[in-house]
């Protein structure tokens, strides 16, 4: 059985990086990445499917233990990653795909090289500014921060393997299908079926 790919999508708010993941999941069965929060559990979320909840006490412990692949402070709250589920995921065979910003997509990186890290970005920045507007619910102030912060983002761009350019959600969401598919094609995420068609396993 061939080890599960670990795949990493990022990008700016607005890009539509969270549309793409969902659909992705939709359509390849790929297991998600289910984060741990310092925060309360909101109306219908269910423990160990949209969140693992825990106090802000066991989360310093866990992460003085080292059991996560990325944590951030995201408005007073916690939020990571555990490493258990997802490399055993991994060893069984199953790919992982995350959703995360730049600093954690950094901070995956480094602590599992092998991750597959795509980057979605719009065409140019006037796109990106059309749809935080047509989202209704930016203040001038605070859309001139998120393009701030998506030019910065887009300045990592060395931490990434791809860029996809979402013009369109339906190609964008195809072209990383592709991505996923000639992953799981490069003879060296290969080679227990290949030595098993050689006979030599």
């Known amino acids: 059985m061939n080890k599960g790919l670990l795949f990493v999508i990022s990008g700016p708010s607005g890009a539509g990086k969270g ?5 992705v999941i939709q359509k390849t069965g790929m297991k998600r990445s289910v984060s741990v929060t310092t925060r309360q559990p909101r109306m219908g979320e269910v423990e160990g499917v949209d969140y693992y909840f825990r106090t802000e006490e066991q989360y310093q412990q866990m992460i003085a233990a ?5 944590t951030a402070e995201v408005y007073k709250n916690f939020y990571g990653t555990p490493k258990a589920p997802v490399f055993e995921n991994l060893e069984n065979g199953h790919d992982v795909l995350f959703e995360v910003d730049v600093h954690g997509a950094r ?13 979605v970005m719009t ?3 006037e796109i990106l500014e059309q749809r935080l507007r047509a989202r209704g619910t930016e203040t001038e102030s605070s859309l001139k921060t998120r393009l701030g912060a998506a030019k910065r983002e887009l300045g990592k761009y060395e931490l990434f393997d791809y860029i996809v350019f979402n013009d369109d959600i339906e190609q964008a969401t195809q072209e990383v299908l592709d991505i996923v598919t000639a992953e799981k094609r490069k003879v060296k995420n290969n080679i227990t079926a290949i030595k098993t068609l050689l006979g030599q396993n």
């Not at 549309?19 to 659909?23: A, G, K, P, V």
């Open 123 to 125: 065409p140019d920045f």
């Open 19 to 23: 549309t793409i993941y969902s659909r």
């Open 107 to 119: 901070s995956i990186k480094k602590k599992y090289p092998e991750a597959i890290s795509i980057f």
């Open 66 to 70: 080292g059991e996560f692949l990325e």
